[in-house]
């Protein structure tokens, strides 16, 4: 999805967060819309958190049939 969306990624600074911290790091930072948000804010649970991010990583970034990325 990083590379995707054309983010430089410092993976060791990721590879030193604890999960919470990761999962709640990219809800705050991802270009998702405001009721994706939302629904990121009253997800039950980190887990729950985490599959919500997946999914909308999925959907927010999915191709057009070119070379680029776009957001939905």
Do not use: C
Not at 10 to 27: C, K, M, Q, Y
């Amino acid at each position: 999805f990083a590379d995707a969306q054309g983010y430089a990624v410092d993976w060791d600074a990721v590879a030193r967060l604890d999960d919470e911290s990761l999962v709640n790091g990219i809800a705050q930072i991802a270009p998702f819309d405001v009721a994706a948000k939302q629904a990121l804010l009253e997800a039950g649970g980190i887990e729950n958190r985490a599959e919500l991010i997946i999914q909308l990583m999925q959907f927010f970034g999915r191709h057009d049939g070119e070379d680029s990325v776009t957001l939905q």
